[in-house]
């Protein structure tokens, strides 16, 4: 087996220089990488899988060692679960590269190509955004899903993941620069922060020179400050509070089967519903059956009065639960009016990510698309579906919840651009 | 004619409370104009435009008011030229009105619905991006189109124009207010800011909670400062270093005829030509007759040493010409070795802005399209054509050198987002 370049040393003295230094590389590859043809990329993408494959040893034993250091730190056991690489994790991980190289690579697409009457034919080309930072937790597996993203998408990428995990990403650095390599690609087109120094994020963005996009992953208060001090682009996903409307013209048995799902298929996503919203017509025919299929599953119900006069083992709502993401098994149960209500509640309480209609109502299922501006609408469809992989985009990179340049799952769509391109036989401006 | 409500009054203490109250009015509008019907905005449209014909006494007095106290302050010809609403550019005015009415409209249109494995139909649905902030110099006729354009894309708009130009714009804003009125839609849904206090646009930039993008027309310096100290996205456009590329396997005459084109049609646009690149092996074919043709235009020709040796009344080009938009008869021209020396100069000195090449080979024209990353990129064609009514886009709010978001020519689709709507019936998810 080759042997890849070492991974940078640095001090935390000179962490500012070290992530220009990187930034540096990061945009002289974007160049080689935004031209990439799609076979160089996919080998490479190949390579990187199996290296990951042969080197498992040596990954796990890096692995072992950040669950070591994070235990002797007293890390709680939920994040020294997602630091942990099982195999099934590590074969997760290969998979998922080998999906990456599988989709079809948007770099280069020409779309929407019309003659214009002064004779020209103007369409639009996808391209590379350029050079992609990534901010994220401790979860290893994630640095080979957002370098293989942002590699098939023709980016180049520095990745920041959590510092407890940076024995493990430092062992996955060498099989994707080993990837990258054996495919013929420059080695830096995917780098991986080689130090916990916390201030590398700040460095990381504020240089628009080097970096184009900032996508942060993890907790509300991390996005919120990157998000304000970031001098580039940020694509952000700050929190999933999902409603479900059931209208008063709701087929129950669908409502039902919908709720059920949207809440307890799994609690700790971000697509998951944390608020339901029920017609008061029809509160009497669907609360009783549900709120016992809820309780039944253990799912705390915190309700309205009225839901309350329907349910009384519901505890009450306070003002505060309509605009929690529990991530948990609890849900919030609220009684509105009609249509009308639930519209004004979710604007007011929600999150803009995802929000269902459970009705038969042709008329309202369509306000209900256009009116709630959420980065995902859905009529009689659990709020679980919002997903890369469900709305065959393949993997995502996150869920944004912004409006600007890309809304719901991000994926390999999400991390280009277009320009116009222009074919002419001498045409002129007159 | 009713009587619109009078232009709220301010006084330069209070403008961080006044911007945000026109901000909170803005916020609380862009719902209803999100979800207004195509009709409802092309009657609003017709009706500004006819009130705008109707009041041309007025407009034009307070355009004389403008343009006194212009010439007093000692104004510019060219800003006192811009600033003047002439009956010839109010007549352009109302038609780009009209011309907008008749534009598609973006919002609601629902692409890509597709069936999903599990069931479901997944498709994205293109929404307004809620609250645009435009700030723009002291040209009149632009309160006009940026209002057609963000009210036809269903976004409310906060517009600050140049100081010198706020008797005319206030007199627009009162046409404005009364056409939305007319057509049944909030007269806040265009607010156009009534205080000449510069702060206001700093108060502007920073007010994430009711804007959600701005758009800066006017100097590189100010659009530099707006792009470092917003607080919400920005559509920008910096300037425009245009290049066309004279391939060797160029036709000649079709270099001669786009080259000229690229540079003289007019000079003070940000896609005209400010670098001709010549490959080598057909400067010698080439230049004399298109060196000849600037010079009998008046066009100053700054050259590299080999153009020099070719055109020798042809000054010196100094390493600034390489990166400087001149907006006026001037052109710097540059010998390079091949198609990748081109490229290589446009990557160092371009402005990711419009950049062509002319040339027969096939590869070489597939290359440039793929490897120049610029808003637009051509092949044989003039760098002129680089224009949202020429690209079939309608009327444009500018040119966006960015690559998020919106590139190139930024018209109604750079003005909205797309969410996803998911159809279902009864779908969950196992």
Redesign the interface.
């Known amino acids: 087996m080759p042997q890849s370049e070492s991974v940078p040393e640095t001090q935390s003295g000179d962490i500012a220089a070290y992530m220009r230094e990187l930034g540096g590389r990061a945009r002289a590859t974007s ?1 080689v990488l ?2 990439a043809d799609t076979t160089a990329k996919n080998q490479a993408l190949a390579a990187i899988a199996a290296d990951i494959d042969r080197r498992r040893d040596a990954l796990a034993e890096a692995n072992r060692g950040d669950l070591g250091a994070g235990a002797a730190k007293g890390l709680e056991p939920a994040l020294l679960d997602r630091l942990e690489l099982t195999p099934a994790r590590v074969d997760a991980m290969i998979e998922g590269l080998h999906q990456i190289a599988r989709l079809p690579d948007p770099v ?1 697409t020409i779309t929407d190509l ?1 003659y ?1 009457p ?1 004779g ?1 034919q ?1 369409g639009r ?1 996808r ?1 590379p ?2 050079v992609v930072g990534i901010i994220y937790e401790s979860r290893p597996n994630v640095t080979a899903d957002a370098a293989a993203l942002c590699l098939k998408s023709g980016n180049a990428t520095v990745l920041r993941g959590g510092s407890e995990a940076l024995r493990s990403n430092q062992a996955l650095a060498r099989s994707i620069r080993y990837g990258l390599e054996q495919a013929g690609l420059p080695a830096d087109g995917v780098q991986v922060v080689a130090t916990t120094d916390r201030s590398a994020v700040g460095a990381m963005i504020a240089m628009p020179e080097f970096v ?2 900032i996508i942060p992953r993890g907790g509300k208060g991390l996005i919120e400050r990157i998000s ?1 001090e970031a ?1 580039v ?1 940020v694509i952000k996903h700050l929190h999933g509070v999902c409603h479900v409307y059931i209208d008063a013209a709701a ?1 129950p ?2 409502a039902f ?2 709720a ?3 809440k307890t ?1 799994r609690y700790g996503t971000c697509n998951t519903m944390e608020t339901l919203l029920v017609a008061e017509d029809i509160a009497e025919t669907i609360l009783p059956q549900l709120g016992a299929a809820f309780q039944e599953r253990g799912v705390e119900l915190r309700g309205c009065p009225r839901t309350r006069a329907i349910l009384p083992d519901a505890l009450e709502a306070t003002e505060a639960d309509w605009d929690t993401e529990y991530l948990a098994p609890i849900l919030s149960v609220r009684l509105v009016a009609d249509l009308d209500a639930a519209i004004e509640h979710i ?1 007011r309480y929600g999150s803009q990510h995802t929000d ?1 209609i459970i009705t038969e109502d042709y008329s309202r299922a369509r306000r209900f ?3 709630v ?10 709020t ?3 997903d890369g992989f ?3 985009l393949g993997a995502e990179i996150g869920i944004s919840t912004d ?3 890309a ?3 991000v994926s390999l769509e999400g991390l280009t ?14």
């Open positions: 160049r935004a031209r280069g019309t214009r002064s020209i103007v080309m391209v955004l350029g184009d996009v304000r001098r682009p087929d048995e669908k089967k919908v059920l799902n949207a298929q604007a269902a698309l256009r009116e501006d959420s980065s995902s609408v859905m009529v009689n469809a659990s679980r579906f919002a469900e709305y065959g409006k600007f340049h809304r719901g799952p651009s277009v320009k116009f391109v222009v074919l002419g036989d001498g045409e002129i401006r007159s």
